[in-house]
C-alpha cells in the first residue's frame, strides 16, 4: 500500500523535489548569499514535507484499504467512512451498484423459484400420464414389445425421479424425518421397479441382510439405493448383484456389489462429481452424470458415509456406513 501511494503521489513529490534542487540552485548561482542557510531551509522543509506525507498516507489510505480488504460481497459495512469528497463520490457508486446488484439477485432468486415450483409442478403432472402408460404397457401380449417399452418407461421415470429430488436437496434438511427404516422392505421395494430391465438383461439379486434396520430418512435413503441399483444394473450383463447388511463398529453397513464392467482407477476419485460419466466410455450416451453426484450430496446431511471400490471388468462395490443413532443430535441441530 506504501508504494501504491507513493506511485500515487508522485507528482506532488516530484514538485517538492524540483522546487528544493530549484532553491539550491539558485542559491548556488548567488555567490553573495551564503549557502548555509539554504541548507537549513532544505533540510527542515524535506523533514516538514515527510511528516505531511506520512501523516497524509494514513489519513487517506484509511478508506482504500477497507475497500480492497472487501470481500466483494454485498455486505458494505466493513467499508471505512470516507472523508474526502472524491471518496465520498466513491462511496455513492459503490452503494449504488450494490443496491443494484441486490435487486437483480433479489429478482433472480424470485425467478428461479418460480422456475423451481413450475417444474416441479410439471414433474408431478407428468407422472399421471406415466402411470396410465405403464399399465397400458402391461396389458401388451407380445413380451418382447413389452420388456422394450417397460425399459424406455422406467428411464423416463427415473429421470424424472432425479429430476425431482435435485430441486429438493437444497431444502432437504427442513424435510428430514428421522426413523427406525426397514431395509428389506424399502430394497425389495426398490428391485421390484427395476425388475423387467433386470430379466431382460438376466440380472438377480442375493440379499443377505444380518442387520435389518437403519436409522435413517427412509424417502432420500430410497433415492441412494436407487441410485446404486440403477448403475449395478445399467453396467452389468447375466450376473448377480448381492447386497448385504452388517455390523461393524457399532453402526450398519450395507453393500451394494455387482459383476458389471467396473469403474477405472483413475476414474473413481471423479465418479461423484456433477456431469462426470467416464473416460473410458466416451460411447454411453445414457449415462448423465448426475446420479452419483446427488447420491453424494443426499448422503452427507444423512451422515452417511459411501465408499466404492471397483476393478475394471471385475464390478464394482459400493458402501453406506450409517451413523450411530448419538450421531443425530448433530442433524437436530442443523
Not at 456433477?274 to 466410455?281: D, E, I, P
Amino acid at each position: 500500500m506504501i508504494k501504491k501511494y507513493l506511485v500515487e503521489r508522485r507528482s506532488w513529490i516530484f514538485l517538492f523535489l524540483f522546487i528544493q534542487a530549484l532553491i539550491l540552485f539558485i542559491a548556488y548561482l548567488d555567490t553573495a548569499l551564503p549557502l548555509m542557510p539554504f541548507f537549513y531551509i532544505f533540510f527542515l522543509s524535506t523533514l516538514v514535507f515527510c511528516i505531511f506525507l506520512s501523516f497524509r498516507y494514513h489519513k487517506e489510505t484509511k478508506f482504500y484499504k477497507s475497500i480492497a480488504q472487501w470481500e466483494n460481497n454485498l455486505d458494505l459495512t466493513t467499508i471505512a467512512a470516507p472523508e474526502s469528497p472524491f471518496e465520498k463520490i466513491i462511496e455513492q457508486r459503490i452503494i449504488n451498484q450494490t443496491e443494484l446488484l441486490k435487486k437483480e439477485a433479489s429478482e433472480n432468486l424470485l425467478m428461479l423459484e418460480q422456475e423451481k415450483d413450475d417444474l416441479l409442478a410439471w414433474i408431478h403432472e407428468v407422472k399421471t400420464p406415466l402411470t396410465a402408460m405403464h399399465l397400458m404397457i402391461e396389458r401388451l401380449d407380445d413380451e418382447r414389445t413389452r420388456a422394450q417399452l417397460t425399459h424406455e418407461w422406467l428411464r423416463i421415470h427415473l429421470l424424472l425421479d432425479q429430476q425431482l429430488h435435485q430441486r429438493r436437496i437444497p431444502f432437504m434438511e427442513n424435510d428430514l424425518y428421522i426413523e427406525e427404516t426397514d431395509l428389506k422392505g424399502l430394497l425389495f421395494k426398490e428391485i421390484k421397479t427395476l425388475q423387467s430391465w433386470c430379466m431382460q438383461k438376466g440380472i438377480g439379486f442375493e440379499v443377505e441382510l444380518e442387520a435389518a434396520t437403519v436409522l435413517t430418512d427412509a424417502k432420500w435413503l430410497a433415492f441412494i439405493i436407487r441410485q446404486l441399483l440403477t448403475n449395478a444394473v445399467k453396467y452389468s450383463e447375466s450376473s448377480d448383484i448381492v447386497i448385504k447388511s452388517y455390523q461393524h463398529d457399532g453402526r450398519t453397513v450395507l453393500e451394494v456389489k455387482d459383476y458389471g464392467r467396473g469403474i477405472d482407477s483413475k476414474d473413481v476419485p471423479r465418479i461423484f462429481e456433477k456431469g462426470f460419466t467416464s473416460t473410458t466410455s466416451h460411447h454411453d450416451n445414457a449415462a448423465t452424470g448426475m446420479g452419483l453426484y446427488l447420491t453424494k450430496r443426499i448422503a452427507k446431511p444423512l451422515l452417511i458415509h459411501i465408499d466404492v471400490y471397483s476393478k475394471l471388468v471385475e464390478g464394482t462395490t459400493f458402501t453406506l456406513t450409517f451413523p450411530k443413532r448419538n450421531d443425530f443430535v448433530d442433524i437436530a441441530g442443523m
